[in-house]
């Protein structure tokens, strides 16, 4: 099966997390990766290649895409999966402009430079996935996280306009939508949440995990996959869709 054989493929926040081991299979499965991130440290043990960048600006954007370009060719499949959590967020009273600000900055403004450089050259070859890591809050609001909410909300939307305007092109435009999964950046989130109920770590995580009816949280690796298929030439007839990969749960 064609799958991802061959086709170039960049792949952001790929240093760490859902993004590192979704950049490890495509790469496994033949796509040709470029991997991004702002920690140029994080990217050197991928044995991909790799370039850092501020995705949360359009010059990073800019030089992600020309980069890839130059050193692969054009790119056939986006996973834009790079974004800033809300461990730091507080009641919509109390949120601080800047980070609000920030949050947008990485989480909506990145995304749409990216898919704003590499949707042309989609056009041109006849062919395009774009996959974006959203999240259960892309649906459901997140107490004491409206940065967050907001620009998860804000990517699906995205997303959407994207299936519609580049659809006729060949081009898919698709999202997952993860539950808690245990990545750096949840983990975060976890201490400050342990840290305000005077409890532990495992106990935060105890507390997600039930959550959901299978009584854990999903791994990177389940997201992954799901990535993986939206990225590959057989999901040609998904387009325009919010996947939940949740473990059954609805939060």
């Not at 800033?84 to 920030?102: F, T, Y």
């Not at 704003?116 to 070859?125: A, L, P």
Request: aromatic content about 6%.
């Amino acid at each position: 099966m064609p799958g991802v054989q061959g086709r170039v493929t960049l792949v952001t926040g790929a240093g760490r997390g859902i993004g590192r081991v979704t950049a490890e299979l495509l790469a496994s499965r033949g796509a040709r990766v470029m991997a991004v991130a702002r920690s140029e440290n994080e990217l050197h043990s991928l044995g991909v290649d790799f370039v850092a960048a501020d995705l949360g600006t359009p010059e990073g954007c800019a030089l992600a895409v020309k980069e890839t370009h130059d050193r692969l060719g054009p790119v056939s499949i986006l996973v834009c999966n790079h974004g800033i959590g809300s461990a730091h967020e507080r009641v919509i009273w109390e949120q601080k402009p800047d980070l609000w600000r920030e949050t947008m900055r990485i989480n909506l403004d990145g995304p749409y430079y990216l898919s704003r450089f590499v949707v042309k050259d989609m056009i041109e070859q006849g062919y395009g996935r774009l996959v974006f890591t959203s999240s259960t809050a892309g649906q459901k609001a997140e107490y004491a996280g409206s940065a967050y909410t907001s620009s998860k909300h804000g990517l699906l939307g995205l997303m959407r306009s994207i299936a519609l305007d580049a659809g006729p092109h060949g081009v898919t435009s698709n999202a997952v939508l993860p539950g808690w999964v245990r990545t750096p950046m949840a983990e975060a989130s976890a201490a400050a949440e342990a840290a305000q109920q005077g409890i532990t770590l495992d106990e935060v995580w105890a507390q997600r995990a039930a959550i959901y009816p299978a009584g854990r949280v999903v791994t990177p690796a389940e997201v992954a996959e799901v990535i993986a298929f939206l990225a590959s030439e057989e999901s040609s007839g998904v387009n325009g869709e919010a996947i939940t990969v949740a473990l059954g749960g609805l939060v």
